[in-house]
């Protein structure tokens, strides 16, 4: 009775090949894994997130670069720079969390109408009052 059931399981699909990857089959591209949600959720309920940290750390970094008492002045500046460098690198990461990106911000003129652009063609024959009176003119 089994080997019937397994053999009309067999006859019935339509692929040859055994195994493999499927198309859309497995965890989804960026998803959390269940441990990975813990992690988070740890972390939330304790106030810290990671932009958080980042923040932090990045004040610490910037408060050490600026309050560097070495005396020989090549290596303080050296340290400085390094220092600097790391805070940034920090804040590059922390940044599109904190600000929009422009490209994201809608741009309209006064009044919310589309923004006007245009082009003055001034003849060098006239004179600055005569090119002010005609920049006036114009909408």
């Not at 911000?105 to 001034?122: M, R, Y």
């Amino acid at each position: 009775m089994i080997e019937n059931n397994q053999t009309k399981s067999k006859k019935t699909t339509t692929t040859k090949t055994k195994g493999g990857a499927r198309q859309g089959a497995g965890r989804k591209e960026g998803s959390l894994t269940k441990r990975t949600r813990e992690i988070a959720e740890i972390a939330v309920n304790q106030g810290i997130t990671p932009l958080e940290v980042m923040i932090r750390t990045m004040q610490e970094i910037l408060d050490e670069a600026t309050n560097q008492d070495h005396q020989d002045a090549a290596v303080m500046a050296e340290n400085r720079i390094k220092l600097l460098n790391m805070a940034a690198n920090i804040a590059k990461h922390a940044a599109p969390y904190m600000h929009p990106r422009l490209s994201a911000i809608e741009h309209t003129g006064k009044d919310g109408a589309p923004l006007q652009s245009g082009v003055l063609v001034v003849p060098s024959a006239m004179s600055v009052d005569e090119w002010e009176q005609a920049a006036q003119t114009k909408p």
